[in-house]
Each structure stands twice: as structure tokens, then as C-alpha cells.
């Protein structure tokens, strides 16, 4: 059985400081594609990345950044000069062979001015 | 713009009448699904559909309808609603199921007394 594992519920941090969100998975699959989606206080839901199973590269889009690390099976997200506008709850997602995206629970941010 | 529509934005009805939550994505995405938000179970799958005519149960079925009668519009229906059914419910497309992600609508916020 697949499943995604955000293990801070909620986190805190001050405006400028660097934060990483965790994400373990589990799967069986060798090919397999994960995900991260940010849901701002407005309520919608926000595509980041996709990353699939066979580029472990990391990834940096301006002040964010991601880990992929398949010896651990996670797939962490940084954010940099954290920002009060990066205040949200935010999903990390797994699809494997059976193309079924299965969702974290959420890490909820806050950024305190 | 390349978006899923959902409306409405808030609802609020009342033990046992009937209401359809409408979607609609202008992406030509063959893949298209319902989803409920509650806190603490983050996002759960209720239906799903490959392609017009073809639809399937998530993980939450139970007690909501769907139908996929147009390639653009996938409409979520609640024939006897129960306050139980109280949520965050969001529509999501994706060109493949699973593979490359989903566009998810803005949410639609039912409160059902």
C-alpha cells in the first residue's frame, strides 16, 4: 500500500528564517511520481512540483528548494527567507502504478512578521 | 486561461435537499475527480472518472453521485445531504490520472444543517 507521512502538523517560524517541510512516502513501485501542493489561506490548492522516481535531482525555483532522497524515501521542501505570504498549509503527494494520487495530511506554516 | 471551475463557492442547505456542486475544466483533460477536505484527514478521494461515461468510487463514495456526460464537466451530486457531508470539496483534472499532477478548482465550502 502507498502512503505519505507529513509529520509536523505545524510549524512556526519567524519572517527571514529558512524552514523545511518533510515528506516521507511509501510505495512498492519502481516508477512513481511525487508531488507538492500549497493551499494559501484563500483555500485553493496550488501546484509546485512534480518530481518523478528516476531524477533524484534536486530541484530550486527561486526562494524554494526540494530534496528528493530515494535511500530515505523522502522528498523535503525548503523554503528560503521565509515570507509571510508563504503562510499556508502545504501537501506533499505520491502516484505510483496504479496513477492514484494519495496526499500527506498537510504541514500548516505560519510565517510570523 | 487554463483553469477547473467550480461553483458555488459556499453553500449552506439543509438536511435532505437535493444540490449539485458544478465543475468545469477548459484544459481538454481526459482524467477528472472530486475530493473532500476535512481537518486532520487532509484530502480524500470521493469519485473519479477516466473519461465521459466512465466513472469509478474513490475512497468516500458513500452518498454522492456523479456523472461525466461532457468531456469538460464532471458535476458532483449530493441526492439527500447530511450534515456529515459538511466539507471542503474540491473538482481536480489532469491530462493522465496520477502522472502529471491535477489543476484543482477554487474549493467549494458546503455546510449542510
Known amino acids: 500500500a502507498q502512503k505519505v507521512t507529513q509529520a509536523q502538523t505545524e510549524i512556526s517560524v519567524v519572517e527571514k528564517e529558512d524552514v523545511t517541510l518533510d515528506c516521507v512516502y511509501e510505495t512498492r513501485d519502481t516508477t512513481y511520481y511525487l508531488f507538492w501542493y500549497k493551499q494559501p489561506p484563500s483555500g485553493e490548492l496550488v501546484f509546485l512540483i512534480r518530481r518523478n522516481s528516476f531524477d533524484e535531482q534536486n530541484e530550486i525555483s527561486g526562494r524554494y528548494s526540494w530534496n528528493f532522497q530515494k535511500s530515505t524515501s523522502s522528498f523535503n521542501f525548503t523554503i528560503t527567507a521565509s515570507q509571510v505570504v508563504d503562510s499556508a498549509v502545504y501537501f506533499c503527494a505520491l502516484s505510483g502504478r496504479d496513477d492514484k494520487i494519495i496526499f500527506g495530511k498537510g504541514t500548516r506554516l505560519h510565517i510570523l512578521p | 486561461e487554463a483553469q477547473v471551475t467550480q461553483n458555488p463557492r459556499y453553500l449552506i442547505t439543509v438536511t435532505g435537499k437535493k444540490l449539485t456542486v458544478t465543475c468545469s475544466q477548459n484544459m481538454n483533460h481526459e482524467y477528472m475527480s472530486w475530493y473532500r477536505q476535512d481537518p486532520g484527514l487532509g484530502l480524500r478521494q470521493i469519485y473519479y472518472?477516466?473519461?465521459?461515461?466512465?466513472?469509478d468510487k474513490g475512497d468516500v463514495p458513500e452518498g454522492y453521485k456523479v456523472s461525466r456526460k461532457e468531456k469538460r464537466n464532471f458535476p458532483l451530486i449530493l441526492e439527500s445531504p447530511s450534515p456529515n457531508q459538511t466539507s471542503l470539496y474540491f473538482c481536480?483534472?489532469?491530462?493522465?490520472?496520477?502522472?502529471?499532477?491535477?489543476?484543482f478548482g477554487s474549493g467549494t465550502r458546503l455546510t449542510v444543517v
Open positions: 481536480a483534472s489532469s491530462y493522465r490520472r496520477g502522472t502529471y499532477g491535477y489543476t
Open positions: 472518472s477516466m473519461n465521459v461515461e466512465v466513472t
